[in-house]
T-cell receptor, first 114, second 114 residues
Framework: GENVEQHPSTLSVQEGDSAVIKCTYS??????FPWYKQELGKRPQLIID?????GEKKDQRIAVTLNKTAKHFSLHITETQPEDSAVYFC?????????????FGKGTLLTVNP | GAVVSQHPSRVICKSGTSVKIECRSL??????MFWYRQFPKKSLMLMAT?????????EQGVEKDKFLINHASLTLSTLTVTSAHPEDSSFYIC??????????FGPGTRLTVT
């Protein structure tokens, strides 16, 4: 089955700096890669996603890049703010029918220091 | 956006009793729902995939007779933890998939077995 590795496990940055979280996946059939933000005790919230026919996607301060050849994708957060502090999870799925299921990375605890 | 509710948000039960958790998609129909378990400071572990009108598909190592899943309609899936034990204490989260493969998570249920 699919295996998703996520690094780093913890990341501490100063407010205004950029943060980058990287993930690799093992199954070349995966074609959907979402990123979730989870605050303590809350549900995971989808913040951005990318599909395999696209190499990069941006939404304001958040961007995701995908390298299908190398089987890795990354989350980039620019101009970080204290409210960006949370656990971020990457995930991968093959999409479609019964293959909707997501395989999650182990998460990155991001701390933005004011 | 798509909204998924979960009930109850917290439950405390005695060892040996059963607990039912409901997951509802409020503004869309979800043919597929997923049940996850999350330990403190850990990632989401997929337990099973729930398809409306058919038997759930359980992940390896998840006891189907202990974690009963019923997907009775396009907006409701239930997870029943039978004969609960303290080791079943955890945060249980459901998610529902829309037609674009995006998964929306419920707010989670904190189960404590005493």
């Amino acid at each position: 089955g699919e295996n998703v590795e996520q690094h780093p496990s913890t990341l501490s940055v100063q407010e205004g700096d950029s943060a980058v979280i990287k993930c690799t996946y093992s199954d070349s059939a995966s074609n959907y890669f979402p990123w979730y933000k989870q605050e303590l005790g809350k549900r995971p919230q989808l913040i951005i996603d990318i599909r395999s026919n696209v190499g990069e996607k941006k939404d304001q301060r958040i961007a995701v890049t995908l390298n299908k050849t190398a089987k890795h994708f990354s989350l980039h957060i620019t101009e970080t703010q204290p409210e960006d502090s949370a656990v971020y999870f990457c995930a991968a799925s093959m999409g479609g029918g019964s293959n909707y299921k997501l395989t999650f990375g182990k998460g990155t605890l991001l701390t933005v220091n004011p | 956006g798509a909204v998924v509710s979960q009930h109850p948000s917290r439950v405390i039960c005695k060892s040996g009793t059963s607990v039912k958790i409901e997951c509802r998609s409020l503004d869309f129909q979800a043919t597929t729902m997923f049940w996850y378990r999350q330990f403190p400071k850990k990632s989401l572990m997929l337990m099973a995939t729930s398809n409306e009108g058919s038997k759930a598909t359980y992940e390896q190592g998840v006891e189907k007779d202990k974690f009963l899943i019923n997907h009775a309609s396009l907006t409701l899936s239930t997870l029943t933890v039978t004969s609960a034990h303290p080791e079943d204490s955890s945060f249980y989260i459901c998610s529902a998939t829309d037609s674009n493969y995006e998964q929306y998570f419920g707010p989670g249920t904190r189960l404590t077995v005493t």
